[in-house]
């Protein structure tokens, strides 16, 4: 349980600054030989308190204006229900191979445009426009496929709204706990979801929500741009394995390893993490040693 708690809040605080929290605790999940269905239930559970926590501390610091927000909430709820409808009639194998080249195409302009999201540009779209066309659409992939939606609403809040990546950020908490509300119901009515395993991470979530929420706010971009890209590359990594080897031979894997590979896994990237922000913090007190 222990495992499940720092799994839960070091998934939440990576979470709130870049999204891609799925990609730690799914893993783990799998490597406890939880079925594949009660896995992706249990996982939207606590990853929907995580969310909560963190789009409730962007609200609190004034990150977040629902002047327009309300009509990009309505259109991806009926999004999102069209979606699932469609889940269930349809199927996603071939979103599994369009994905990734689109998420290649987000990832190679934002490493080439390092000005993206420094601060707010002038838009290139209007928000009743971008939120009826792009609430619809994220929405709808959110529900009939999903992952990767934070990524596409990050980089569409920032290019074509012109929000700087703390915004995009607090914005795009929003719609992903619109969502995954809808998701978390959709998995519990069907009992999917495994409530023990579940609330602990979900423990974990609710701090480290709250810590990742801070650390965007109080870091900015020098935080959220480097961990955007990788977890990026990670989903883009997630999507293609997954376009070529199924969930359930992926749980077997990774049951076969037993937790040695998840273990590894959360433990990397806790050390690129702690690694990346002590390299923030000491770059900031270097320029502001030079500013003295």
Not at 230 to 248: A, F
């Amino acid at each position: 349980m222990l495992m499940l708690f720092f799994t839960g809040l070091f998934a939440g605080t990576i979470d709130a600054i870049a999204g891609g929290g799925g990609l730690i605790t799914l893993p783990v999940l799998f490597s406890l030989g939880v079925p594949p269905h009660l896995a992706f239930g249990t996982n939207k559970l606590q990853g929907t308190i995580g969310t909560l926590m963190a789009t409730f501390r962007f609200y609190r610091r004034g990150f977040l204006s629902f002047n327009h927000l309300w009509l990009g909430l309505i259109f991806g709820f009926i999004g999102a229900v069209l979606g699932a409808v469609t889940t269930q009639i349809l199927s996603s194998d071939i979103l599994k191979k369009i994905i990734p080249v689109l998420l290649c195409i987000i990832l190679l302009y934002t490493v080439f445009t390092p000005k993206l999201g420094n601060r707010d540009e002038k838009p290139r779209m209007k928000e009743w426009w971008f939120y009826l066309i792009f609430g619809l659409t994220l929405g709808f992939y959110d529900g009939f496929f999903g992952p990767g939606v934070g990524s596409f609403w990050v980089f569409s809040l920032t290019f074509l709204l012109g929000f700087n990546l703390i915004k995009a950020t607090a914005y795009t908490k929003v719609f992903n706990l619109n969502s995954s509300l809808i998701a978390m119901v959709c998995f519990a009515v069907s009992g999917n979801i495994d409530y023990k395993i579940g609330l602990c991470m979900a423990a974990g979530q609710l701090i480290g929500g709250r810590l990742g929420a801070n650390l965007a706010m109080t870091k900015g971009i020098k935080i959220i741009r480097p961990l955007f890209l990788i977890m990026v590359t990670g989903t883009i990594g997630s999507l293609v394995w997954r376009s070529y080897t199924s969930s359930d031979r992926f749980a077997i894997m990774l049951s076969h390893y037993g937790r040695a590979m998840p273990i590894l896994l959360v433990l990397l990237l806790f050390v690129s993490f702690i690694f990346l922000y002590l390299r923030i913090t000491r770059k900031q007190k270097t320029e502001l040693d030079q500013g003295a």
